[in-house]
């Protein structure tokens, strides 16, 4: 059984979202074992630790060992949650391995001759990849650390699928057990850049509108807003001049 990663971990007593919240903010992280006939067990792993493997894609893909005080136990890591905004790790699932027993874990999918192929030298082409890991099943013994796709004799518009993929002996692809043959990778024409519209012609009619419905209501404006200026009073201001202009010389009486 090859192990690609050892590192250390301690029992975890305190349960509760409390606790795990103090064990963060002490630098570690808390974590629980699964599988293999055994009851979870809960851990505490160290965050600096951990930040230095999550970036190598193998930390995902292959068997890592763990000691538990004086005893090691084989796994595969199953789950890492992170921070949403900050480089920290907050939780880890770790799945154990029995040499007797096989197991699920996704494995990278790598490309190789890209640029070389016909597809994308001679004919223009470029390359879309539909998956970049895929789930696979077999014994510890025979787990690869990636699966490889060679595109070398691949032309435009051609597709490899899950079935293409050529795999060691002893591991199978899981959807493909299903009946799932999904494409994996293809080489297709570059699509045609759709010419933009002209801005300056585009605001051109709603600036040319604009300028009539403004020339439009100036004249109402005008009679509406300059009339009183020019007449002195409005009618309703002259007739209640008129109607005082009695009382006042009945007042002269």
Not at 176 to 190: E, F, M, Q, Y
Not at 194 to 210: D, K, M, Q, T, W
């Amino acid at each position: 059984m090859r192990v690609s990663f050892v590192f250390g971990a301690d029992r975890r007593e305190k349960q509760g979202k409390g606790a795990s919240r103090r064990l963060r903010h002490s630098g570690k992280v808390p974590a629980i074992l699964y599988g293999g006939g055994q009851p979870p067990q809960s851990l505490v792993l160290d965050q600096q630790n951990l930040l230095t493997m999550i970036g190598d894609e193998k930390f995902y893909s292959s068997i890592v060992q763990i000691k538990i005080e004086d005893r090691a136990q084989e796994a595969i890591v199953k789950d890492v949650q992170m921070h949403p905004a900050r480089n920290v790790v907050v939780h880890v699932d770790l799945q154990r391995v029995v040499e007797s027993e096989k197991i699920r874990i996704r494995l990278p999918i790598h490309f190789r001759n890209e640029a070389v192929s016909p597809g994308v030298k001679t004919q223009g082409g470029v390359v879309s990849h539909m998956e970049t890991d895929v789930e696979v099943a077999c014994l510890p013994k025979d787990l690869p650390e990636y699966l490889e796709v060679d595109l070398a004799e691949m032309s435009l518009n051609d597709t490899k699928f899950l079935a293409d993929i050529p795999l060691p002996a002893g591991v199978v692809i899981t959807d493909l057990i299903h009946g799932k043959n999904r494409p994996v990778v293809s080489i297709h024409s570059p699509r045609a850049e759709e010419p933009e519209a002209a801005p300056a012609e585009a605001a051109a009619v709603p600036a040319e509108g604009a300028a009539a419905t403004a020339a439009g209501a100036a004249p109402g404006a005008a009679a509406a807003g300059t009339a009183p200026a020019a007449g002195g009073a409005s009618p309703a201001a002259a007739e209640a001049k008129k109607e005082a202009a009695p009382a006042k010389k009945e007042g002269k009486k």
